[in-house]
């Protein structure tokens, strides 16, 4: 692989199989450095399977894997820290404890790893349980010491496998506010999630898997240049008058009685232009909404009907 | 850091954690405890158990009856005795013990012989006033055991005279602890001897009979057996014209074996209780050396399970490769085992240091036969060698288990397996260098227990460098088979699996 110095992850024709069911298939993608990059996909998709890989925890079948310019995680794994989409902690080790063995584990030493422990517990809102049994602690806060356990070594590379779960709206956000800060500080942040909003609001690239294999790459900006744009609109002119501006692909009559129409743009047509013409032509507009297709949207129309299948391959057996 | 900086890592926090568990402590504590009870409590039941009343009924003129009185003031007299031998070698300086030794034998049966020279020679009363002149200093004053017989007066009212089936029915309400048979203790009548009329030591007719509710209490009817058996004996004897010297000359003469054996050549080859030693101390340190191999490993079985049940083994391997984590809870739980094992022997001399008398003399001597032989470096080496195998095993069930309960069907038969030595203990004893001790001295997985059991019996070196050498090589093999399946098989979820998935993760090319 060449230039990877701009990339903190590459990966190249990666694929995965149990036995002859191919978890993951031909996958390749980069993660630039500095980056948050969102890992998006149905159930059963392959995500914690790729993360693993990219961890050097399971080998690929096939392809190869670039991690911080080293062809195994392992060999940087110091500097890269990890949440498991399946959390757990010893239950009789308190945060401090916990933290602080996870940073040792990473290579710091010990008085370094016991001040930045405390300092992260006090920042998160956790200093009061710092010496409270992790067995004590609700699933929620535990869920937070661990991820405070992933960075506390300070990693140039994060990796996060579902880390908006089980977190209420108020924490959801903190985590948010915490990968945010991460990046400010140079950091690359990796992280998969089902949850829509988050990667919209965060990621600056994503990737879009679905039943083991790439359905989309690229910037938020992309994937919504890939669905058609949808314009709803009330007016009192005739729907045929509508079909004839230019731009547009198709016309929906929403509801009569008001006049309400969604409109579907042609590839590479404006809202502004449709707009345009319509004042040019004179038709009257009650309204005219021209927001942003949502990223739940595109990862419906990418992915939906293959995610319903393969839920019912999987049987639920992915968790 | 290194990959020894992270198995130091995992090795602590192992260390830590169970450390700091209780059931560590009670293990370190508990287990010397309990040794030393379970050593010292029948001793001491015997020692205090509460006088016991006994009525006899002599239908046949009252010679019984005093045959009887006799046996039991000899017991009692034996009894202070051989307690004044325990007292002696206890508090006593070594240059007064010769004062009394003529007292006792050093080994065998107080006879009645020794009972009329510690009679002659002042008894009890003698050993009261002689002793606090002879102890050393704080020594505690010297009490002679009370008689663990008493014969009391048939109660009044009962009447006495009819057939023994009749006095036992009389006796009964007594006999069955619902009456008191006197005020003072022992209050309950324990038992009763009914001698039929007529009775003659030497022509007996009908028997004596022993009355009581308790059919397992034979201390008073094996004392009065042996007592009248010998009665009758020197009866007969002086029937057939033996004087009384002549026949005191008889009850007097004892004879005991002296052991050798070849290996004491150079000594004169006679074997002493020392020596004894010498069979029963390996065998002690090879149930040790088991005991606390097996101890530990369990620990390691729980703890991968806790980590797979947690979910926490993800977050470590990425950090540590499945190989150090491995290595780090073998390093970290060895400490646990070590410092167990280290303990036990610290409470141990630590009650020998504050004991004395003849057991803890013998502890000395098995200590000082430990030091003398190849014992520690064996240990040592059979230690990590079965250590490595038998907890690498442990470890490799961990990985493939979800819950104790699975683990509990697969761990039957693993411990089984690893208990088979004990049930041949008493073959080895009996034959430590006969076919069966040697041909499972040679099953890498059992070197270290039976090759510890037979080193006081000289096998053979090369027999012990190859078998060595084997377990040793077993060991690494099945530390590197478990390393793989560990590794294979840690991230795995669902149902544990088959043997041939098993093998097939241990001996397949790529994870
Ligand atoms: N060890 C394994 N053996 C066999 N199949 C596996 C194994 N691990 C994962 N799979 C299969 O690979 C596929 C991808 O699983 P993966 O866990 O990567 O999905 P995911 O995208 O993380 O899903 P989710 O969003 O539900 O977490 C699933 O169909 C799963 O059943
Ligand atoms: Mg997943």
Known sequence: MTGSNDKAVAFEGVGKSYGDFRAVEDLTFAVPKGAIYGFLGPNGAGKTTSLRMMLGMIRPTTGMIEVLGSDSAMGVRERVGYLPEERGLYRRMTPVETIVYLARLKGMDGAAARKRALELLERFGLAAFGNTKIEALSKGMAQKVQILGTIAHGPDLVILDEPFSGLDPVNQQVLEELIADLRAEGRTVLFSTHVMQHAERLCDRLVLIARGRLAFEGTLEAARSLMPRVIRLKTRAPRAALGDLPGVASVALEDEAHGRYEIKLADGAEGEALLRACFERGIALESFDMSEPALHDIFVSLVGDGAREADARTGGKAA | ?511
């Not at chain 2, 009394?100 to 012989?113: F, N």
């Not at chain 2, 490993?297 to 926490?312: D, M, P, Q, T």
């Not at chain 2, 003399?361 to 038998?390: K, N, R």
Request: proline share 7%; aromatic share 8%; charged share 15%.
């Open chain 2, 1 to 511: 850091m290194s990959a020894l900086g992270r198995i130091f890592q995992v090795a602590r926090r192992e260390y830590k954690h169970h450390a700091r568990s209780k059931g560590f402590w009670l293990t370190m504590v508990a287990v010397p405890v309990v040794a030393v009870l379970a050593g010292l409590i029948p001793q001491w039941v015997q020692e205090n158990k509460p006088a016991r009343a006994f009525l006899v009924v002599d239908q046949s003129g009252g010679a019984i009856e005093a045959a009887i009185d006799q046996a039991v003031a000899n017991d009692t007299e034996k009894r202070a005795l051989s307690a004044l031998k325990d007292y002696a070698a206890d508090n006593l300086p070594a240059e007064s013990v010769p004062m009394l030794s003529p007292l006792a034998p050093a080994r065998g049966e107080i006879t009645a012989a020794d009972l009329a020279a510690f009679r002659a020679w002042g008894g009890v009363e003698q050993a009261r006033k002689i002793l606090p002149g002879l102890a050393r200093e704080g020594a505690p004053p010297f009490v002679p055991p009370g008689p663990r017989f008493v014969r009391v007066p048939a109660p009044a009212g009962v009447d006495l005279t009819g057939d023994p089936a009749a006095i036992g029915a009389a006796l009964s309400p007594y006999l069955r602890s619902e009456k008191k048979v006197q005020d003072a203790a022992p209050a309950y009548l324990s038992g009763a001897i009914i001698v039929p009329p007529g009775y003659d030591l030497l022509k007996p007719a009908a028997a004596i009979q022993y009355w009581s509710v308790n059919i397992n209490e034979y201390d008073l009817m094996t004392l009065v057996e042996k007592a009248l058996t010998v009665t009758a004996q020197q009866a007969m004897y002086r029937e057939q014209g033996m004087s009384q010297e002549a026949v005191d000359a008889v009850a007097a003469r004892r004879v005991a074996l002296q052991g050798f054996s070849p290996d004491k050549a150079a000594e004169g080859g006679e074997v002493s209780t020392k020596d004894r030693l010498l069979n029963i101390v390996p065998l002690g340190l090879a149930l040790m050396l088991w005991m606390s191999i097996f101890t530990v490993a369990n620990l390691l079985l729980l703890g991968v399970i806790e980590e797979r049940s947690n979910k926490l083994i993800e977050v470590l391997l990425s950090s540590v490769s499945a190989e150090e984590f491995m290595a780090g809870k073998l390093l970290g739980i060895a400490g646990i085992g070590l410092t167990i094992l280290f303990a036990w022997i610290v409470v141990g001399l630590l009650i020998l240091i504050n004991g004395s008398g003849p057991t803890v003399q013998l502890a000395y001597d098995a200590i000082a036969l430990i030091l003398s032989g190849p014992y520690i470096p064996a240990f040592a080496f059979y230690f990590v060698v079965g250590y490595l195998t038998i907890a690498s095993v442990f470890l490799g069930l961990g990985s493939v288990c979800n819950s104790q309960q699975e683990a509990q069907s697969l761990l039957t038969p693993l411990v089984f397996l690893l208990m088979l030595p004990f049930f041949l203990i008493m073959p080895m004893m009996e034959d430590p260098n006969g076919p069966i001790a040697t041909t499972v001295g040679w099953i890498p997985l059992y070197t270290p227990f039976v090759m510890m059991v037979r080193l006081s019996t000289n096998p053979s070196w090369v027999e012990v460098a190859m078998s060595g050498a084997l377990t040793l090589a077993f060991s690494v093999l099945v530390v590197w088979a478990m390393a793989r399946l560990f590794r294979n098989a840690v991230l795995r979820t669902g149902q544990p699996p088959r043997l041939v998935e098993v093998w097939r993760m241990i001996t397949r090319r790529e994870a």
